[in-house]
Each structure stands twice: as C-alpha cells, then as structure tokens.
C-alpha cells in the first residue's frame, strides 16, 4: 500500500508542486526553443523528405493531421532526432538534410507504430507516404518475419474500434457506447451501464482527447460523442502507463477526426422509420439523421468540421402493452472542431460538444409500467481548447484545458406514493432530483527527447488539475410494499434533509519511461502522485509493464504488467448525508404497526475502533483503489492468423457501500455510507484473429471470467435512479458476473459488390436475486440465472458511386443502401423475471426481446 497519511495541508503544498511542473515545463519548452533556433545546418545540407500520412480503413486511405513524425540520422548518439507535425492534409517535410542514412517513425495512438530506413543522396528528394494500420477491436497483434524493434509492441495493449467498423458494424444505437460490448471483458448489463473488468463504468474513466469525460457528479459515461467525429475508440482493461489515472476500473480512450483540408460532407441515416398498428401509421418509431461537413477557412491553415445528430427515438418494451410501451428519446449532439496550423511544427486545436437529451419513461420494463418509471432531462456543454508544439529536437509539448458544464434531472410521473408487490411496480415513482454540475480540467504533458543510455528512453512528464463542483436536490415520497392479496407490509417515508453540494480539486501529477533495452526487450515504468481534498491527502501508484520477443521470427510476444489505481471520490459520494432520510415502518397482516417506526440518519462512518455513532464523519476520507496485474502471449499460428491468450487478475479495495444498521442512535438508525467495500476479478481471454481471404477478416473471442464483491456499491444503489428499497449489504455475485462468453465479429467481401458484417455474441446469462414481501433476498443474492444470451447481428450493404454534373469531384460522391438487423434470429433474450416468491409467477421469465430489422441509407464524399 503506497497511501501516504499528512495533514490537509499537504494538498496545498502538491498544488503548488503542480503549478511549479507547469512551470518547469513551459520553461523547458522554451529552452528547447532557444536552442532550436540556434541549430544551423550546414551549408551543403540539400536533401529532403517528404510524404503523406494516412489512416488505411478498409481499403480506403485518409489523411492524418496533427501526427509526430521524427526522423533520426545515422550519426549515432551524437545526432539528435528532428520531428515534425503533419499538416490537415497529413503532409510532413524535412528539408536541407545532409547525404545519410536516417530512420523514420511514427507512433501514434490507436494505430500500429512506424519505421522506415531511408537513404538520402545528395541534393535529392526523397518522397515516402505512410500508411497507418489501425488497431482492430480484437486487439490485432502483428508479427512480422524481419527484425522488429520490439518498442513497437506495447506493454499494455488495448482493444480498438476505429471509424470504418463504428459505421459498418450492426449496433441497437449508432453510439459509441453500443460498440464497446465488442471488446472482450466489456459487457452491457440488463440496465444499461457497462461494466469493463467486472467494475462498473463510473469506476472507470472516459476521456475524449486525452481529457476527462464524464458526469462530474456521478462518474458515468453520460457525455455523448457523435459516432462520425471519432476517429477511434479504444478500450483499455489494462492501462499501466502513469499518463492514466483518476479510476479504478477500465479506460476509454476517444480520438476524435481532424478537420480537414478539403471540403467534405455525409448525411446519413436521412430516412424516416414509420410504426404502424391494425394496418395504420401510427406515428414515428425512429428519426436519427446525421450530417457532417467542413474544409478550410481561408486556406490550409485554419480548418473545420461539424458533426450534427439528431435523435427521435419510440423504442418498445415487449410485455407492456401498446402505446403505453415505449421509452420515448429526442435530443441532439452537435460537435464543432477548430484547428489552426501555426506552423509545421505547432497545432493549436480547439472544440465545442453540445448534447440535450431528453428520455420520457426511462426505465420501463415488462414489470414497471409508464405511470411507475422516471423521465430523464439532461443539457449540457464540452469545450476545450489544445496547444501542441514539437521541437527540432524531438520533444513535444502539449497544453490543453477543457470545461464542461452538465446539468440533469429525473422525476416520476406524479406525487401518488409508489407501490411495490409481488408483480411489479406501481404507482409513481418516488425519488426526483436536479443538478447543476461543472468541472474545470487543465492538463499540461512534457515529453523530452529521445535519451540513449542502455537503450532508447521516452520520458514523459505531466500533471492534470481537475475541479469539479454541484449543486441540487432531491425529494422524494412514500413507498408502499405490499402483499400479494393487497395488505400494507412496509412504508418508507422520507425527510428532506435540504439542497445538495459538494466541490473537489484533484491534483496529480506523473513520470512515464517507455525504456527499449533491445530488439528484443521493451520495460515501461511509472508513478502517479495524487492528492484530493474529498479522498485521499497523498497517494502513489507505481506502474511497470514490460515486452519481451524471444528468438529471431518474433511471432511469439510475451507481456506481463501490474500497477495501483486510485480512483476519485464521486460528488454523489460526497454530498450522500445531505440525501432525504429514510423512516421504515412495518405491518402485519391487519394493517397493525408491528414494533415503532425507525429513522435512518444518512452519514458517512469512517474506518477505526469505536461504535459507529463514534466514527461518523463529515466527509469522506479515503477513495477506493485497485491492484491489476496480466499476463499476456500473442502467436503468429501463420500469416493470416494471430492468437492471443492472456490472464487478467483485479483486486480493488475501499469501495464505497451503503448498508442500513438499525439501533444506532437509540431506536434510530444509520443509512451508512462505509469504504470497506471491495471487488475481485478473474478473467481469462482466447481471441483469434483470421484473414481467410483478402478484404475479409473474422475474430473469435472466448473469456472466462469471475467477479465477486460487495453488491451495495453506490453505482448499484443510485444509478441510473435510486433505488426505492435498500438491502443489508452483503458480498456474493455480482450483476455483472458473466462465467462464460463467445464473441465474435467479421467483415466479409459478397459477389455483386455487397459486404455483410455479422457479430455473434453468446454468453451465460445475467444473475439476478430472488426476494420476498419486503424485497428481502430470499436466498443466496444472485444466485439465479437468466437462460443463456444469444443474439446474431447482421448488417448487409453496397455502396454506389455517382457521377454528378457540374462538380469537380463527382466520383467522390457516394450512396451507401444497406439493411441491418439486431437479433436475427428472434432468441429469446429475457429482460425480465418474477422474482418475488409470493408471486404467483414466481420464476417466469418475460420481456422478450424480439428482432428489430432496419434500413441504411447515406450520401456523402
């Protein structure tokens, strides 16, 4: 444990610490400026080189701005290596170079690394494109024959989705979020969140150009960004470099798409889906245009792109009745980026995400009809602003600042107290909340040089200053429990315990050396220093991952990593004792009180000796941390097929739980909020990546996984919506506990120009709890099974080139017509069960997903 214990003001002392890195930073910035500026070359240098940059997707190359490209001589040690920026049209040039022999390389993030040996005469022109092949979901390892410096093969691998697969693959939603179940160790539970090596994804951490991404209040991945802005989206399980930090659970990592050099647009998705009952159209099921377009701004030195979705959504819940079976979605997403190209070596990007949404009957279910469920409203604003500078040298400079300003609300459907029996709920929901959230980032990242010293060293240092602050409320009204025949068993009122708030500064800073020994021996090491003021004063996570690539082929690649991670405390975790607190009263089957009603007071109980009254605290004092470790190999069986085999082990401890104890206070109780929490997950992954004839590709995944912890987690009680009744905490099962799965994917070239991609995705099915009257566990939690999951997705479709009159560029245009479908073989993926044991459904299985079938059409250049 690296948790180091100092007074509160310790952090001011790191803050400051964190203002002189800035410092240090910009001043080493300016050195490398100076000393740049005084390089002359000599007067025979007459060489140059030149090229293009491009993404290949799927046989088709796009240009890459904003990517380093270093260009090392053959002079040894004594011989700095230069770098430069690709321009919006991926262009880089390297001019009055000497006659030698130079190596140049490309590492880029979410593509597979670069190098080239160039011999340069003199007076000549040497003119190399680079095409870069992006990382697949499968996490695609490529094993050449020849030699290949084993730096390019990453300690820490993550999985990749790139722009290509986001529009081809069949998805529910063209989110980004419906995409990320394809990458093994990610599934998508029964509500909605996901869960990345077993943890939930407010434990996890989304950013979006390297900038924190998410709900300030809660953690979650509530933050849309339209699916033709981005790049890629990559999934990291393991992220061992210091760079990450701020989570306990998984990474996702969004790159979004530069601005281009040339004017572009697409609209897509312009159809209308109609609903039609008893031979009648009865209304819009589905509205979800998209269209993007851009090009420069007065020349190749200033460009920009708008990406514009808008979403009108009637999706139905299968086992309520029409029309009052649909969870009802309009909003839109408008994302708009600014790049300046100050110079080749200095790119100034700035960008603005704006996203309202708003859901009628979020959480419907075959169980919970409309008048019972909760609406869901939110607004809000992303903006962030970049500087990027590269030097002669090699270093690179990076400054950025991002705001987001986020503000949600949910509420019933009226004031009637809501009921729960044994077959469901009823009456209206009764919790409703506002909030008003901001959160200010700025992330400065130094990266130095290459150094020589037992190898090849790539240091990089930074910091990120995160505030995040809210403000809100929440009421709520009485709960009824009742009994199958209609009695009052239980009531849970509540008391208004006034407005919600909390703030919190996190400060941290990092060191990161990727370290190539040989060819053959890559070791990656860092530490991230963090101190919070809701959490942890000080706390130190030590990363090392290392590479290594026995014998001469290199097809085999054997990886292993471990670090800590020290995750935020959530705002909702902060403000919990400001929360209504909860007054449970119990009857017999007369309507008799049984015993006096007890209150439970809403507190936050910190760790030692004592009773619990002794130990309640103001605020939290501590935040959950988590120790992973892997181990991974990765075979070339023969050319067109990779495998890899890995272990994954996760231990996080801390969490934070609620738990109900009685007769705390005299006959009052606690609702305690306690850090005693922990998780463990085990997971073992086969993914075989095959190419059996060319344009054509299949992945097949197998994972065996085990995730055991503490149910009552604050994820579990309060998100999406709280939950009407809370349980003793106990430590089993937990709801994403999937022991076996099989995914697959695949991209496959057809005779008239068609291309189908099918994904398969069978898997154990969903624990859930059996409960009594008073939704008690009646039985080991979780310790039922939904039946197994089966879905076949398929996506068929064929682009048209057009040659329209009058337009410079009419081969360009371009008409996709396709068909997709969402469980094409209409299994039956139950949502539902009765689970309460005095129903007398008890045990039946309801809310069949049945098949959704759909069209595609898109225009574009």
């Given at each position: ?135 697949t979901v499968v996490e695609e390892v490529e094993v050449k024959e020849q030699t290949t410096p084993v730096s390019s093969e990453s300690p820490s691998p993550a999985s990749t989705v790139n722009n290509a ?207 019972a469920s909760s609406d869901y409203n939110q607004k809000g604003i992303s903006a962030g602003i970049s500087d990027l500078h590269s030097f002669n040298s090699g270093a690179l400079l990076k400054i950025a ?99 919600l708030s909390a703030s919190a500064t996190d400060v941290e800073e990092f060191i990161q050396d990727q370290w190539t020994c040989n060819e053959h021996l890559a070791i990656a090491l860092g530490g991230r ?333």
């Amino acid at each position: 444990m690296f948790e180091l214990h100092r007074p509160r003001e310790a952090f001011r002392r790191k803050h400051y610490l964190s203002v002189l890195l800035t410092l240090v930073v910009s001043a080493s910035a300016s050195g490398a400026r100076g000393q740049a500026a005084q390089e002359k070359p000599p007067q025979t240098a007459m060489g140059t080189i030149r090229g293009v940059v491009t993404a290949l997707q799927q046989e088709v190359q796009s240009p890459l701005e904003g990517v380093q490209v270093e260009l090392k001589g053959g002079g040894g040690d004594s011989q700095p290596a230069v770098a430069t920026i690709t321009d919006s049209a991926g262009r880089f040039e390297f001019t009055k170079l000497p006659q030698d022999s130079y190596t140049l390389r490309v590492n880029q993030h979410g593509f597979k690394p670069f190098a080239r040996s160039i011999l340069l005469g003199a007076n000549e022109t040497s003119v190399l494109d680079i095409a870069l092949t992006l990382d697949t979901v499968v996490e695609e390892v490529e094993v050449k024959e020849q030699t290949t410096p084993v730096s390019s093969e990453s300690p820490s691998p993550a999985s990749t989705v790139n722009n290509a697969q986001l529009e081809t693959l069949p998805l529910a939603q063209q989110k980004f979020r419906d995409a990320l179940p394809l990458v093994p160790g990610v599934i998508r539970g029964l509500d909605g969140k996901l869960s990345v090596r077993g943890t939930s994804e407010n434990q996890g951490m989304l950013e979006v150009d390297s900038a924190k991404t998410v709900d300030p209040v809660t953690g979650s991945f509530s933050i849309p960004v339209p699916i033709d802005a981005i790049q890629t989206v990559t999934v990291d399980k393991t992220p061992f470099s210091a760079e990450n930090g701020g989570f306990s659970g998984g990474l996702t990592r969004i790159e979004t798409i530069p601005p281009p050099s040339d004017w572009f647009y697409k609209i897509k998705d312009f159809n209308v889906s109609l609903r039609g009952k008893n031979d009648h159209l009865v209304g819009v099921s589905q509205a979800t245009p998209r269209v993007s377009f851009g090009g420069p701004i007065g020349g190749r030195k200033l460009n920009f792109s708008e990406v514009f979705e808008y979403d009108v959504r009637r999706d139905p819940v299968r086992g309520l009745v029409w029309p009052h079976n649909e969870i009802k979605t309009q909003g839109f997403n408008s994302f708009t980026r600014l790049q300046a190209i100050l110079s080749p070596q200095h790119l100034l990007s700035a960008d603005i995400n704006v996203f309202p949404m708003r859901t009628q009957f979020a959480d419907i279910s075959a169980l919970v009809p409309q008048t019972a469920s909760s609406d869901y409203n939110q607004k809000g604003i992303s903006a962030g602003i970049s500087d990027l500078h590269s030097f002669n040298s090699g270093a690179l400079l990076k400054i950025a600042f991002r705001y987001t300003r986020f503000d949600s609300n949910a509420h019933g459907q009226g004031s009637a107290d809501m009921l729960i029996n044994p077959e469901g709920w009823g009456g209206n929901f009764f919790d409703s909340w506002a909030r008003a959230a901001s959160q200010l980032e700025a992330y400065p990242t130094f990266q130095l040089a290459p150094k020589k010293w037992l190898g090849r060293h790539e240091l990089k240092i930074g910091a990120d200053v995160t505030h995040r602050s809210y403000s809100g409320n929440s009421l709520s009204h009485p709960v009824q429990l009742l009994r199958q025949e209609g009695t009052l068993a239980e009531e849970i009122s509540f008391t208004s315990n006034g407005p919600l708030s909390a703030s919190a500064t996190d400060v941290e800073e990092f060191i990161q050396d990727q370290w190539t020994c040989n060819e053959h021996l890559a070791i990656a090491l860092g530490g991230r220093l963090t101190s919070e003021t809701a959490g942890r004063t000080t706390a130190f996570a030590p990363r090392v991952g290392v590479a290594y690539l026995p014998g001469k082929n290199q097809k085999t690649i054997f990886r292993a990593g471990a670090g800590l991670f020290y995750d935020h405390v959530s705002l909702l975790e902060a403000s919990f004792a400001h929360n209504p607190a909860r007054t449970v009263s119990v009857f017999d089957g007369t309507g008799n009180p049984i015993g006096t009603p007890i209150l439970y007071y809403n507190a936050y109980v910190g760790n030692g000796a004592g009773s619990l009254s002794s130990r309640v605290q103001s605020a939290p004092s501590t935040s959950p941390r988590s120790f992973v470790g892997n181990i991974e190999v990765d075979r070339q069986l023969w050319s067109t097929a990779t495998l890899r085999v890995s272990w994954l082990y996760s231990q996080t401890r801390n969490l934070f739980i609620v738990n109900p104890v009685p007769d705390v206070f005299g006959r009052d109780g606690l609702l305690g909020l306690f850090n005693t929490g922990t998780a463990n997950y085990h997971e073992f992954e086969a993914t075989l990546h095959f190419r059996p004839v060319p344009h054509s590709e299949l992945n097949i995944s197998y994972i065996w996984s085990r995730t055991r912890g503490d149910l009552n987690t604050v994820s579990n009680i309060f998100l999406p919506f709280e939950q009407p009744v809370i349980r003793p905490n106990v430590s089993g099962i937990l709801p994403s506990d999937i022991p076996n799965r099989v995914v697959s994917w695949g991209t496959f070239r057809l005779p008239w120009s068609l291309t189908v991609n099918p994904v398969v995705d069978v898997h154990t099915g969903f624990p859930y709890s059996n409960v009594d009257v008073q939704q008690n566990y009646s039985g080991l939690p979780n310790g039922q099974r939904f039946p197994t999951f089966l879905s076949l997705d398929s996506q068929l479709y064929r682009d048209f080139h057009l040659h329209l009159p009058f337009t410079e560029h009419g081969s360009r245009h371009k008409v996709r017509v396709g068909l997709y479908s969402i469980n094409l073989t209409n299994h039956g993926n139950f949502h539902d069960v009765y689970n309460n044991d005095a129903s007398p459904f008890f045990g039946k299985f309801t809310g069949f997903q049945r098949r959704v079938d759909g069209f595609i059409l898109s225009f574009g250049n």
